[in-house]
């Protein structure tokens, strides 16, 4: 009986001690905690007051994590991004390096014959020029599809030459390459314009002066316009028209946008509905977010090259908001290339009231004139005072999305 005692007694002990230690590394553990956490406080960068997750991917940061600092190294990166358009959205160009022929038709038909990997295709286009002149017509207008007119004085020495784009597995380019190739629409017609431009460089009587091309378009057209630019390095001028989503909008700030309750087109909408993207795309469509690039990067292909973006403030379905911001930081990239004046967006209406869709209102054409005075016919123009909005965004905050600095590429 004593002796239990005496056991329970030397349990309580021991206990007691052991519990006296615990408490005293306690107090002690918790004492340097807080001076860790003050002395970190103290010397270690402070987390933005706003956290966006899906904040637009930084154009000047490679997929590695490596900064991109020189001209040179944009070179780079535009190729890093887009092949990675190409990957996560757009479906991948061919490869291989395709025969072309050109043939002018006495009728003004221009014809084009590619072959590659054995299989042939052919197809012609309507060469229109302003008048019978002597010299090469300064100015062509490729188009993926018929659009509406430039305005008046900027149209007369623009030559055009149409083509169209089609379903995904059907046309032309699927004929050469295979129903089940990986490009969407889109990118096949961007092949397409480029073959045609392989074609137009071996005939000069054609009277196209192929060191001046530009690409316009709207609607889906507009879609089209900005990837044929951002792909063909020869397009000097590109002018996507109200694009919206897909096109000249970025899909993060769309799916921000809907989050609200704004009726927008968002890329999970799109895929039901059109093939203008690659299979590929349909995997990201419901998380933008996980998607490496987005539509200020495609933008960003353009540059240093020089594009015009006229777009229609009035009308939520083109998400007025997202191009504005989209393109704001699109613009980081001339910015940071030292040719802020080559890039241009005007965006009209508002809330107050604007125009229909794919219309050219009269806002509009002192800018889309300057551009092409500048980029398509050489002369002098100031293009530095076409990046504006008429309509209002309360809830655009534009560091929620453009978190990089931009820096000065030598």
Known sequence: MNLRKYEVLTFLQSTMRTFTLISTLSILASGSFAQLTDDAAARCPKLPDMINPFAL???????????????????????????????????????SKATVKGTLYDD????????????????????????????????????????????????????????GTSSRGQGLFYDLYGKDHPAGAIIASAW???????????????????????VTGCSRFGKAALIIGAFEERIALT??????????????????????????QTPSQIITENTWFGPVFDKYASNAAALPT????????????????????YIDWLGPESTWGCQNAAKTVWKALGVEDRIGFEQTGGAAGGHNHCQFPAQQAPGIVAFADRFLKGKKADTSKYFRTEATFPDYNEKEWITWDTPRLA
């Open 239 to 264: 002018i996507p028209e109200e694009g919206g989503t897909g096109g000249a909008g970025c899909w993060r700030i769309a799916d921000g946008i809907k989050r609200r309750g704004i009726n927008i």
């Open 57 to 95: 991917p930084d154009p000047f940061t490679f997929y590695n994590g490596q900064p991109v600092r020189t001209k040179a190294d944009w070179a780079c990166r535009r190729a890093e991004i887009a092949e990675l358009l190409q990957r996560f959205e757009l479906g991948s160009l061919p490869k």
């Open 108 to 163: 003004g038909e221009f014809g084009v014959a590619v072959t590659d990997g054995g299989k042939s295709i052919a197809f012609n286009v309507t060469i229109r020029l302003p008048g019978a002149t002597p010299a090469p017509t300064s100015t062509p207008v490729p188009t993926p599809a018929p659009t509406e007119p430039a305005p008046e004085d900027a149209a007369p020495s623009h030559g055009h030459a149409a083509t």
């Open 294 to 313: 987005d539509h200020h990067l495609l933008t960003a292909l353009i540059a240093p090259r020089a594009v015009y973006i006229p777009e229609n403030g």
């Open 192 to 214: 397409g314009i480029s073959r045609l431009i392989d074609a137009l460089e071996q005939v000069p009587e054609a009277r196209i002066d192929t060191k001046h091309l530009g």
